[in-house]
């Protein structure tokens, strides 16, 4: 998943109500950034993006991340 459709599900999942997602390492990456994965399942706001060595980031958002989310929709997942 690359920047831009991350910013356009984020988009279309808020406009739907859903305001968390969970945190997917992609685990394509030969050297992973360790924080990354670390983040692995970590729900999170999707306005306010994930906390990661820091800084609220967004799937995808830096350079060579190829992270990606699910929405979080509590009692189903």
Not at 31 to 45: C, E, G, I, K, Y
């Amino acid at each position: 998943i690359d920047k831009a459709t991350q910013v356009i599900n984020d988009a279309v999942l808020l406009d739907a109500g859903i305001t968390k997602e969970i945190w997917k390492h992609s685990k394509i990456s030969r050297t992973p950034r360790q924080s990354h994965l670390n983040a692995n399942n970590t729900v999170f706001d999707i306005k306010e993006g994930c906390k990661i060595d820091g800084e609220f980031i967004h799937p995808a958002e830096l350079y060579g991340c190829n992270c990606y989310s699910a929405p979080f929709i509590p009692g189903i997942i």
